[in-house]
Each structure stands twice: as structure tokens, then as C-alpha cells.
């Protein structure tokens, strides 16, 4: 199995901020923007300058089929005037038009005022002054010729496609360059630059009765440079040419399984699975903005409702959840939130009790009193300088055990039961609370010893149900950050990519559905 990364693995060396984007004109637009706005009588004003740079490749059976490599420069102006937001963007990057957009903004806030029946004040936050922040990657793929990333992410889908027992490949590499400037009436101004990078490859397998069997990489996304797909375990990285050797024969044993005897099994569930899971049931349920139904319109509420703080059992003794935004090489992990809030760590969920939520200035002022706390933590995103902040996910992660067992000492403790290795499709309620998950690939268990794969396998329970039966949790060993690219939420709609840590987890008594006689088949 490739190697997994431990939570506490160190930083890259640093690398700096790209000079074409410090060549912006920064702070000519921030004087002429944060003036106006003063003149204009603000409580509060932020301008955030941005430059995206998003490629992707597309492979069919070895081939490059789309090609991609595009950014995007703008910048945004979000004032408080008389208690209401206003919000204005803009691509032209000159004085002429910040002083523009942020008059925009302002006459926004006083159109919506008659309609806002609910002042907006903003939790305190330390002056963060001249601020820059990098994340912790080694080669910025952008650094890369393309002819190098098509040669090799294209010579793995070939070298899978070699094998006797698979008959097509589909691969993708997406990676990103992001770069932000904020600056706020405060004297906050940060400066970051953050890389991330995805590459998913997929086997199918098709049988002479027309049927088929896909199988794809578990290596997760993660917020490194090029030296993922190339660096290999040694330095931290993943072993695609590893995984890639044993796709063929885990396929063929797939395809040739028993499907799944529905009933209630025991289950080891790996972090390349359970990472989806805790997104759905602990990462959504637990931003503030949904559990206060601001999200029910898009992406549906939370059952983790603000009064139930300090007193839901979400799960075992065992289940320690937190959010952060430090976290080495997640999606998810900055210096500063897009509201100048530095970034940190605190806790979710400690010992099965829900303590926390994820918050941004505006929701940490107004439900100080009964969070308990008087500052945001950081939760502020936007994806595009055309798109207000609104609260986004941290890495919400399960911790290890300290000096727990492995993978392979919780399979020695279950007489009947399922092992789960990486993520597929999921569907969940409108309260994040009754769910089902997939994977790709499911292997029995008896009497503690792995004994063949199953199909057609899908876990279900209520959320608190299933964090509930938790009762095995690994050591750092087996820990490992997954995650995704495109995480949804808002309206107009917005994706950000966020991380997932978790152990190899064992959970007692869990509901297990067929999947082709729920289908009908």
C-alpha cells in the first residue's frame, strides 16, 4: 500500500510569492479603495486582490484528449455601511476603478439597508500587518513543461492499460496556483500564495457479457506541488507507480467476487474512505452558517443545531474531531481566511461531545454568547475575486489514537466483517444525518483475517448512529489526509477544496446494503 502521511510530517523548505503577482498594483488600490470607503463613512472595509491559475489535463486509454492552463485577475471590495454589506468587483486593476467599485459597494449596502433585519458587526481580530504566508510545496507545477506532465501521467494510464485485465483508462491532473492580497480599514494587509494538486486515474474492466468493473487510484489531492506525482515515498509523497501495479489484479478479483450478503457487519474503514464520510456527516454538519439554516435553500441544514453545543453525543468516547487550517498539505490550510483571521486549530468534536463549529467574524460576533467564544476561527472563503466570502470548511479531521494499533491489528479484532478502502459515491440528507456510502473496493473479513473482496457494498446509518459504534481507532501510522478539489456550497455557487485526516477506524454493527438489489437488479 502506498505510504501514508502523518499529521505532524514537516514543511517543504518555503518558497516565495510569484513576483508577477507582487507586481500587481497592491497597494495603489488599497489607498484608493480603503479612502473611499472612509470617506463614505464605513464601519468596516476589505479589498482582496487575486490571481488563479487553474490547469488540467484529460487522458482517454493513454491519450491526451483536453488541455487546459487559464487564470483569472480581478479584485473585490466588501464594506459594512450603517450596518449592512455591500459588496463590488472588478478586473480592471487601476485607481480610477477601485475608487469605483468600492463607491459600488457602498451604495449597495444602502439600497439593501431597509431590508437587513440584522446588523452586521464582526468579531475582533489582531491587526496582521505586512503579512506573508506561503504553503508547503517543493515545485510549483506551473514550473513544469507540459510535455513532462503529459509524458507522465500519460505513462501511467499506459502502463495500466498494458495489464491483460483492463480494457480502458481514464486520467486526470488538475492543479492550481492561488494568490491573495488582503487588506482591511484595521491595517491587516497578507500576502499568500497556495499550490494544490489532483491526479485520479481509473481502470475499467469490461466482461464478455457486457458488463463492467472500474477500479481507480486512491492517491488523495493534496496541497503539494509536482513533487506528488514524482517524488515519491521518500520524500513524502505517493507511490504511483506502486499503486498502478496492483490496480490489474485488484480488479480482476473484483470482478470476479461475491456480491454482498446484506446484514449488519463490523467495519475497519480506511482513510482513504472514511475522509468522505467525515466531510458529509461532521465537516458540513458543523459550519455555523448551516446549523443557523442560512445553507437550507442550496445544500440543506445541519441536525448539529447551535443549542445542542456542549451536550450532543455525536459519537464514542473515542471520536475526536477537529478543524484546522494549519494542517501540512491540506486543501484547505492558509495564513489568513479572506477576512484577515489568522489561521489555527481547535476542536469539533472531543470525546463524542460536540464543542465547536466552524465560524467567521460575522457568526462569531453575533452568537458569541452562547458559543462561548469571541473570535472567528477563520472559516472566510471565496473561490474568485467576483465572489463575496462566505464561511467555508477547514480540514476537519478524526485524530489517531497515540501509539495505536495498525490497519491490520483492528482486522485481527473482527469475526465478521468488512474492510473499506477508498471513496466512491455517497448520498446524504438534507440534515446530514442519514446517509450511505460506497467505495471502491470491499474486503471480507473472517474470524480477523482478510479473506477475499465483495461487490456491491454500501455502508448506511444515521450520523450519530455510526460515529456512535466507533470503537477502534489507528495509530498515527495509518493516518492519511484525503480530500477533494470541489467542495460546493453558496448561491451563486462556489467550490473550495478542503482535507480530510483520519486513522484506519473500526466500527461495531453497521447496517450494510446490496447495491444491485437496491437497484433493482
Known amino acids: 500500500m502506498p505510504t501514508a502521511a502523518s499529521p505532524t510530517a514537516s514543511r517543504t523548505p518555503p518558497q516565495e510569492v510569484d513576483p508577477e503577482f507582487l507586481a500587481l498594483p497592491r497597494a495603489a488600490l488599497t489607498d484608493a479603495a480603503l479612502q473611499t470607503a472612509r470617506d463614505l463613512g464605513v464601519s468596516h472595509a476589505d479589498i ?36 449592512t454589506w455591500g459588496f463590488a468587483a472588478g478586473v480592471d486593476l487601476t485607481t480610477d476603478e477601485a475608487v469605483r467599485v468600492t463607491r459600488e459597494a457602498v451604495e449597495i449596502a444602502r439600497v439593501a439597508r431597509p431590508l437587513n433585519t440584522e446588523p452586521i458587526e464582526l468579531a475582533d481580530e489582531p491587526v496582521h500587518a505586512d503579512a506573508t504566508w506561503v504553503s508547503a510545496y517543493a515545485v510549483n507545477p506551473f514550473a513544469i513543461d507540459t510535455r513532462e506532465k503529459v509524458d507522465r501521467v500519460g505513462g501511467l494510464c499506459r502502463t495500466l492499460l498494458s495489464a491483460a485485465d483492463v480494457d480502458h483508462v481514464d486520467g486526470h491532473l488538475n492543479e492550481v496556483l492561488e494568490n491573495k492580497y488582503y487588506a482591511d480599514l484595521s491595517g491587516t494587509s497578507t ?45 513524502g509523497c505517493w507511490d504511483w507507480d506502486a499503486e498502478i501495479e496492483t490496480i490489474p489484479g485488484l480488479l480482476a478479483e473484483k470482478a470476479k467476487a461475491s456480491s454482498v450478503e446484506p446484514g449488519r457487519y463490523d467495519l475497519v474503514i480506511d482513510p482513504s474512505n472514511l475522509w468522505l464520510t467525515i466531510h458529509e456527516s461532521v465537516g458540513h454538519a458543523t459550519e455555523l452558517d448551516r446549523a443557523l439554516g ?129 471513496d466512491k459515491s455517497w448520498s446524504i440528507d438534507m440534515q446530514r444525518y442519514n446517509f450511505q456510502f460506497t467505495g471502491q473496493r470491499f474486503y471480507e473479513i473472517r474470524k480477523g483475517r482478510i479473506v477475499g473482496q465483495l461487490r456491491d457494498v454500501a455502508y448506511q446509518a444515521t450520523t450519530t448512529d455510526f460515529w ?54
Not at 49 to 76: K, M, Y
Not at 297 to 304: L, M, P, R, V
Open 48 to 83: 482582496r486582490i487575486e490571481r488563479l491559475r487553474d490547469g488540467s489535463l484529460s487522458f482517454r486509454d493513454g491519450s491526451l484528449e483536453t488541455s487546459h492552463d487559464g487564470s483569472t485577475v480581478g479584485f473585490a471590495v466588501r464594506v459594512v455601511h450603517e450596518g
Open 191 to 235: 500576502t499568500q500564495q497556495r499550490v494544490r494538486l489532483l491526479c485520479q486515474i481509473e481502470a475499467t474492466r469490461v466482461d464478455p457479457g457486457g458488463g463492467f468493473e472500474t477500479m481507480r487510484t486512491i492517491a488523495p489531492p493534496a496541497g503539494r506541488g509536482w513533487e506528488w506525482l514524482v517524488s515519491g515515498p521518500a520524500a
Open 294 to 422: 442560512y445553507e437550507a435553500a442550496y445544500a440543506g441544514t445541519s441536525f448539529a443545531t447551535l443549542d445542542k453545543l456542549g451536550n450532543l453525543r455525536y459519537g464514542s468516547p473515542l471520536m475526536n474531531v477537529t478543524g484546522d487550517r494549519t494542517a501540512p498539505h491540506g486543501l484547505a490550510t492558509i495564513g489568513y481566511d479572506d477576512e484577515g483571521v489568522a489561521a489555527s486549530r481547535w476542536d469539533i468534536v472531543h470525546a463524542g461531545t460536540l464543542v465547536g463549529f466552524q465560524l467567521d467574524r460575522r457568526m462569531a460576533a453575533a452568537n458569541a454568547e452562547r458559543l462561548g467564544v469571541s473570535r472567528s476561527n477563520g472559516c472566510a472563503f471565496a473561490d474568485s475575486p467576483g465572489h463575496v466570502p462566505i464561511q467555508r470548511m477547514a480540514n476537519v479531521s478524526l485524530q489517531p489514537a497515540a501509539g495505536g494499533p495498525s490497519t491490520e491489528d483492528l482486522i485481527s479484532g473482527v469475526n465478521r466483517g468488512i474492510y473499506i478502502v477508498g
Open 468 to 521: 456512535g459504534a466507533l470503537d477502534g481507532l489507528g495509530g498515527e501510522q495509518t493516518y492519511l489526509l484525503g480530500g477533494a478539489m470541489n467542495c460546493g456550497k453558496g448561491q451563486p455557487g462556489q467550490v473550495a477544496a478542503v482535507s480530510h485526516g483520519a486513522p484506519s477506524t473500526l466500527f461495531r454493527g453497521i447496517n450494510i446494503l446490496n447495491t444491485r438489489h437496491e437497484a433493482g437488479r
